[in-house]
């Protein structure tokens, strides 16, 4: 895919790798929609962006938290963008591990409908956008914890896991409408989502994000009869 000139969604793009991805689409010419919770931080992405190159770039306070949110922002996007190229659900949150019986109700919550549940849903409102165009696509950013089971992680774990079998059967559905789906499988990351749960890890060992976000133009920008399905990340 030519990404020049493609109009890409990233959710979670005010910060981490949602935040690096923007800048590498930014940089290869796309036009961006940047969803995420944090208003200050979006502006300052939205400007980042077009100092970077995008041609050009809206921003969108959405909760993933929220399904009326999310409806609300899908429809926003199309009646700015008028179409869609490419959807990168990057937004995702982390819970503090430990056993199931620590984890609160909240936390529950918060861990599945925004990992899972909220992209399910901002998903299906983009689909016959998506389908509409030539050439387009949808990149899920997972998480090894997609693929691997880990202690203390059973949450986080439980919707990374359901990512990986909604990213297939989609895979499966659009077999034949020409959009292409994959999934991005990484290893922890050097951003402060764990920070942000309270998590004391060694964030200096992991991968960085900027590193992540060029794997994910990679995927993008291969040859039409080329697309990868699946690709894994690890230390």
């Not at 990512?163 to 789906?181: H, I, N, Q, W």
């Not at 309270?198 to 920008?221: K, Q, R, W």
Request: some cysteine; hydrophobic content about 45%.
């Amino acid at each position: 895919m030519d990404l020049n000139g493609k109009k890409v969604i990233v959710t979670g793009g005010s910060d981490g790798i949602g935040r690096h991805i923007c800048l590498k689409l930014a940089a290869a010419g796309c036009t961006l929609a940047i969803l995420g919770r944090n208003t200050e931080r979006l502006a300052q992405v939205g400007d980042e962006v077009r100092a970077a190159g995008a041609a050009a770039a809206w921003t969108y306070s959405c909760d993933m938290q929220n399904s009326g949110e999310i409806a609300a922002t899908a429809q926003q996007i199309l009646a700015d963008l008028r179409a869609v190229d490419v959807l990168i659900n990057n937004a995702g949150v982390w819970h503090k591990t430990g056993p199931l019986d620590e984890i609160s109700d909240e936390m529950v919550a918060a861990t599945l409908q925004t990992n899972l549940t909220g992209t399910i849903q901002l998903t299906r409102a983009l689909l016959p956008a998506l389908r509409s165009r030539d050439e387009a696509a949808i990149v899920n950013v997972i998480s090894k914890s997609g693929v691997i089971a880990q202690a203390g992680q059973s949450v986080y774990t439980a919707s990374k896991y359901g990512m990986r079998g909604f990213t297939e059967v989609l895979k499966a559905d659009e077999a034949d409408s020409g959009l292409r789906v994959a999934g991005l499988y990484q290893s922890g990351t050097n951003t402060g989502m764990f920070a942000k749960a309270g998590e004391d890890v060694p964030n200096h060992i992991f991968t960085e994000p900027e590193d992540l976000a060029d794997v994910v133009v990679f995927m993008l920008s291969r040859p039409p009869k080329l697309w990868m399905h699946e690709v894994r990340i690890e230390l």
